[in-house]
C-alpha cells in the first residue's frame, strides 16, 4: 500500500562554478524511445527538459567543455527487454539521440548496453585522457542510467553534479529518491542548469572584482 514519507532535506546549490577545462557534461540517453511521443519507453517529463539540455550544451560548447552523450544500444536477445519493454533497438528511430540535441562529429557518443555508462565502455578511459574530474550528468531517467552513471562516476571519485531541472524520471518519487542518494552518499551536487559557470577557480567576474575594490 502507498504511504507518504517525506524527502529529507538536501542541499540544491545556487551557484555551481566549475572549470571548464576539467569537466564534461554526460548527457544521458535523450533518445527518441524515451523522449518523444510515440517512443517505446517514453519519459513524460523528458520533453519539457530539452530547452534545459540545449542551455547546458550551449554552455559547454562555448567554453570548449567536453560533450560526451550516452546511448542506449540494445538488440535482438538482450534480457533488459525481459525488465523493460523493447526499446532503443540499435539502428531504429528510437535508438537515436533526438533531433534538437543531435550531437556534433567532435563529440564523443557511448554506446551502453546497461544502466551504468562506465559499465563495459571506454568513458573511463576517455575522461582520463581528458584529464576531465567533474561530470556535470543530465537526460533520463533520472533513477536509473543518469544515477547509475553518477554512482558509477562517484566511486571513480569524479566530482559529480546534476541539474535537477534536466533530468527527468517516470515518477516524481524516483526523482527526489535519486537526488537525495546523489547528495547524500556520492557527496554530488544537485543543482539547476542555470546555477551552473564555466569559470576556472580563482576566477572573479568583472562584476565581483568592482564589488570587491568598492
Ligand atoms: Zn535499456
Known amino acids: 500500500m502507498p504511504h507518504t514519507l517525506e524527502v529529507p532535506e538536501y542541499e540544491i546549490h545556487e551557484e555551481t562554478r566549475l572549470d571548464p577545462s576539467k569537466t564534461a557534461l554526460i548527457v544521458v540517453d535523450m533518445q527518441n524511445d524515451f523522449v ?3 517512443g517505446s519507453l517514453l519519459v513524460p517529463d523528458a520533453e519539457a527538459t530539452v530547452p534545459n539540455i540545449k542551455n547546458l550544451l550551449a554552455l559547454a560548447r562555448e567554453n570548449h567543455m567536453k560533450v560526451v552523450f550516452t546511448q542506449d544500444t540494445h538488440s535482438d536477445g538482450d534480457p533488459e527487454w525481459d525488465i523493460w519493454p523493447e526499446h532503443a533497438r540499435e539502428g531504429t528511430w528510437g535508438w537515436e539521440i533526438i533531433g ?7 563529440e564523443t557518443v557511448i554506446r551502453k548496453v546497461r544502466y551504468d ?5 571506454h568513458l573511463d578511459h576517455f575522461l582520463r585522457l581528458w584529464k576531465v574530474d567533474t561530470l556535470v550528468i543530465c537526460g533520463t531517467v533520472a533513477n536509473i542510467c543518469v544515477h547509475y552513471t553518477a554512482a558509477s562516476a562517484a566511486l571513480r571519485w569524479y566530482d559529480v553534479v ?3 531541472d534536466a533530468t527527468s524520471a517516470l515518477d516524481p518519487f ?8 546523489t547528495s547524500f552518499l556520492f557527496s554530488g551536487r544537485i543543482t539547476t542548469s542555470g546555477a551552473i559557470k564555466a569559470e576556472a577557480p580563482g576566477y572573479r567576474s568583472k562584476i565581483e572584482e568592482a564589488a570587491k575594490e568598492g
Request: hydrophobic content about 30%; cysteine-free; glycine content about 8%.
Open 36 to 38: 518523444k511521443e510515440g
Open 174 to 181: 524516483d526523482l527526489e529518491a535519486s537526488l537525495r542518494q
Open 100 to 106: 534538437e540535441l543531435a550531437p556534433r562529429e567532435s
Open 117 to 121: 555508462a562506465f559499465y563495459g565502455t
Open 162 to 164: 546534476v541539474p535537477k
